[in-house]
């Protein structure tokens, strides 16, 4: 991607420790790699996703599904093949009505609201690095121990690449897995629908077309010409809900604005301590947190620390990739965030907070809605980014499983990382709380570790292949350390992020 000379550099924590799980709140049954970034870019992050990472703040962290006690899939819906559902429009009539109308809803009537849950998912700070040798806006500075060391724009042009041929395998394969699925399920002769017959329709409907055509005999025969037949079925779209019943006369005014998650911004500024105050009153007020577990600390380090490096591209979305805050605008302040990333192939969402006296108004599910109408905006200007990503669905969590009803949507499999419809994932998580959800016996991890030697580590500001640390390095050997992490983030990635090391 133009204007990304940086690379990421990231310190490895193990998982042999358990934390305290926000779902099931077990003290110790929550497990997970996790690594400290210190800088990353939106391609790293992308592909880190797809091998099931997601972050916190600075904090990267995987999931070990065999071994945590609330296993998480990362789910993700395809947004240009969305269609609202009967709960979905109704939400969106709730808002409408409210913006139109002014009247706020006594009672929030969907399900869990669109958020994240702010989880102890490891450690909060490096424990062991040297900040000097890490704080490096651009590697440009950094020696490089040989020459075949690849230039952060070559890294960047492979990823995109290998990202994209990897988007179009998936999906043919999706595409193979349903068209099989299809087929083994096609009515035998005799049974079934007739395919020469004309397709079932709602008895309403029916009435509704007889009426009309009454209508245009009687109008026909008094020399009026009949109308065209209307398309009674057809479906309106997700903005056309969107944008029902608005006009200017309209009880109050919604905004939506985009904000770059940089103190640099003017607009980023000036909302900071109206966002901070929101974050602090929905925090204590939904979650029953503490002051303390609120402050404007907290609130940066989780939700304005970020280690996505803003990245533009010719032709990428228009306010380019990175971390933003979507701010919610009614009547001049700030009544919900949602807090986001525009990666190469997704928005992803990351968390949202929102004022208390609008509960009701299911924000968590609206926001959700917006964001998929944002991702299929951007994807006009950025062909490959087309996906919406919720970040985890946690089956056995069953209050978590409202993130699956924003259809079609996929689950990555924990041990091929290919991607499947959850329609067929769900029986087997009915069974298992761990499941291998590719269920082909003979695929397996494309980006498997062959050489953990090319791995590029950092090492007293040098940039090197592990194979040559590991002949300079003094002491114990770190390479079943080294050989673990590249497993988990994948060889392409092991090739292009820079593993600290002291």
């Known amino acids: 991607m133009a204007g990304s000379n940086s690379y990421t550099i990231v310190e490895y924590f193990g998982g042999d420790d358990g934390y305290r799980c926000g779902y099931c709140k077990s003290e110790k049954g929550n497990f997970s790699h996790g690594m400290w970034s210190h800088s990353m870019t939106v391609q790293d992050y992308q592909d880190l996703i797809d091998r099931g990472w997601r972050r916190s703040g600075k904090y990267v962290y995987k999931p070990i599904l065999k071994k945590t006690c609330c296993p998480q899939y990362t789910i993700r819906c395809h947004a240009l093949k969305f269609q609202p ?43 062991k690095v040297c900040q000097s040798d890490v704080k490096l806006a651009a590697i440009s500075d950094v020696k490089q121990e040989v020459p075949n060391c690849p230039a952060p724009a070559e890294v960047q042009k492979k990823s995109v690449d290998s990202t994209a041929a990897s988007s179009e395998n998936s999906q043919k394969d999706s595409a193979s897995v349903s068209d099989a699925g299809t087929a083994a399920k096609a009515p035998k002769p005799g049974l079934g629908a007739d395919p020469s017959r004309p397709p079932c329709r709602k008895a309403k409907d029916l009435r509704k077309e007889r009426r009309l055509q009454k209508d245009q005999i009687r ?48 607009q980023f500024a000036a909302s900071y301590q109206q966002s901070v105050a929101l974050y602090a ?22 939700l304005c620390d970020s280690p996505l490096e803003a990245e533009y591209s010719p032709d990428g979305p228009e306010m380019g990739y990175g971390s933003f805050h979507q701010q919610y605008w009614l009547d001049g302040r700030i009544v919900a965030v949602g807090v986001i990333d525009i990666l190469p192939a997704c928005v992803s969402s990351v968390y949202l907070y929102y004022h208390p006296d609008f509960t009701s108004l299911s924000l968590g599910s609206y926001s959700a809605l917006r964001e998929i109408a944002f991702t299929r905006q951007l994807q006009k200007q950025a062909t490959n980014l087309c996906y919406y990503y919720l970040g985890f669905y946690i089956h056995s969590c069953p209050k978590m499983r409202y993130k699956g009803q924003y259809r079609p949507a996929d689950l990555l499999c ?11 994932c769900v029986p087997l998580l009915d069974s298992s709380r761990y499941a291998r959800l590719n269920q082909d016996p003979n695929a397996g991890d494309a980006r498997a570790v062959e050489d953990v030697g090319r791995a590029l ?14 002949r300079k390095r003094k002491g114990p050997s770190d390479e079943a350390e080294v050989q673990q992490y590249a497993g988990l983030v994948g060889q392409n990635c092991a090739e292009r992020i820079l593993l600290y090391r002291s």
């Open 85 to 127: 559902s009967k709960s979905h429009k109704k939400i969106l009539k709730k808002m409408n009505k409210f913006i139109s109308n002014g009247e706020l809803p006594t009672a929030q009537e969907d399900g869990e609201s669109m958020d994240s849950v702010c989880e102890e998912a490891g450690p909060r700070e490096p424990s």
């Open 219 to 266: 109008q026909h025969g008094a020399g009026v010409l009949p109308a065209k037949p209307a398309h009674t079925n057809q479906a309106k779209t997700l903005e056309e809900f969107m944008s029902e019943s608005l006009d200017d006369s309209s009880s109050h005014r919604l905004e939506v604005r985009l904000v770059p998650v940089n103190f640099e911004d003017p």
């Open 281 to 302: 009153r929905y925090q204590m007020a939904i979650h029953g947190d503490d002051p303390s577990e609120c402050s404007e600390s907290e609130f940066r380090r989780f």
């Open 414 to 424: 924990p041990e091929t990382y290919a991607w499947v419809s959850i329609e067929r």
């Open 457 to 470: 580590v950092l090492h007293r500001r040098t940039v090197m292949p592990y194979a040559v640390y590991s």
